[in-house]
Every structure is written in structure tokens, then in C-alpha cells.
């Protein structure tokens, strides 16, 4: 797949990610990116950030006062480096300000997709949006697009179902579940 297009909606860009603006794009996400009051990094699976983006939805950003983001910034160089399926996006809105990442690993004809926005930006529709877009391009390219959504998570099982995903029997572990978007 190489690296993604500039996906555009009314609100935002996607812009790919890159070796040169990866450490950049860490420093301005590190509170998104990190679980709140674990000051550890998030995986970066792109069926992670789906529910990952929700993890510490609950939690202030006071609960992760001072995060380093240098574990954010190794994970997105090795997200960039991982080789043509692998793909990472940082959301922007017509502002200019970072909004969160956007990802998707695609093997062949399928793709895993997910989303993560900054607590700044939470609940204002960005998410879905952006999902959808990254999706819609996806499926113009033929895979099947699905997510891992933790089992139990009301606010991920809401976006996926908002974004015409639907869930299946496959459990990938104990806490995930996999959904997909029947194509159409």
C-alpha cells in the first residue's frame, strides 16, 4: 500500500506520518497518547487505538501531569519504518492543531483500522469522521475493513456501530472483540 493519501473532510485532514514528522507529532500527543495515570505507551496496533482512544477517556489530563513522550515517539517511528501495510495518520483541523492519530494495518485484502483523539477533542464527532474517511478510502482499494473493540466498552462499541461496523463472533482475546464494515 506505501504510504497513505491526505484524506480531507469538511473538519479536518488525516496527514501521513513520516520518519521526519514523527517526533514532532509525539511531542504535541503525548497526553493523547499515553494511559492516563499509567504513564505507559499505548500499543500502536492499529485494532488498538479503536479502544485504546478510550481508555482514559474518564481519567483528566491532571491524572498524567508529566508525561514523556519518548515512548510515543519510538512507537510512531517504528509504525513508520514496519514496512508498506502499516500505516499512520495525524488528525488536523482547519486550525492546524493536532486532534489525534488515525491508523491502519492492511494485509492484502484486509485491513484493521483505528482512531485516537486527544481528551481535548473527545465527543466532537472527529473520530467518526475520520474512521469513516480512512475507511471509505480502504474499501475504493478493495479490503475488507475491521477494528478491535474492547469488550465492554460502551463508548467504542457506539463509534463502531456509528461508523457502520458490525460485530462478529471472533473473540481475538479475551477483551477484544472483532467487528467489521460488510462491504457494500
Do not use: C
Not at 2 to 9: F, M, N, R, S, V
Not at 26 to 46: D, F, I, K, S
Not at 123 to 148: F, N
Amino acid at each position: 500500500m506505501g504510504e497513505g493519501p491526505t484524506l480531507t473532510t469538511a473538519r479536518m485532514r488525516a496527514l501521513p506520518l513520516t520518519v521526519w514528522n514523527s517526533g514532532f507529532v509525539a511531542e504535541e500527543l503525548a497526553q493523547a497518547m499515553v494511559a492516563a495515570g499509567r504513564g505507559q505507551p499505548v500499543r500502536m496496533a492499529a485494532g488498538e487505538l479503536f479502544g485504546g482512544a478510550l481508555d482514559s477517556a474518564a481519567a483528566g489530563p491532571s491524572d498524567s501531569a508529566a508525561i514523556d513522550p519518548t515512548g510515543v515517539r519510538r512507537e510512531l517511528r517504528r509504525r513508520v519504518g514496519a514496512g508498506r501495510g502499516i500505516l499512520t495518520w495525524v488528525l488536523r483541523n482547519t486550525d492546524g492543531a493536532a486532534l489525534g492519530l488515525l491508523a491502519a494495518d492492511a494485509h492484502g485484502a484486509r485491513a484493521a483500522i483505528g482512531v485516537r483523539v486527544s481528551h481535548t477533542y473527545r465527543r466532537d464527532g472527529y473520530a467518526s469522521e475520520a474512521v469513516r474517511a480512512l475507511a471509505g478510502w480502504l474499501e475504493s482499494r478493495g479490503a475488507i475493513v475491521g477494528t478491535r473493540v474492547r469488550v465492554g466498552d460502551v463508548v467504542g462499541k457506539r463509534l463502531a456501530q456509528s461508523t457502520a461496523f458490525v460485530p462478529t463472533g471472533v473473540l481475538l482475546t479475551e477483551r477484544r472483540r472483532l467487528w467489521i464494515r460488510p462491504p457494500a
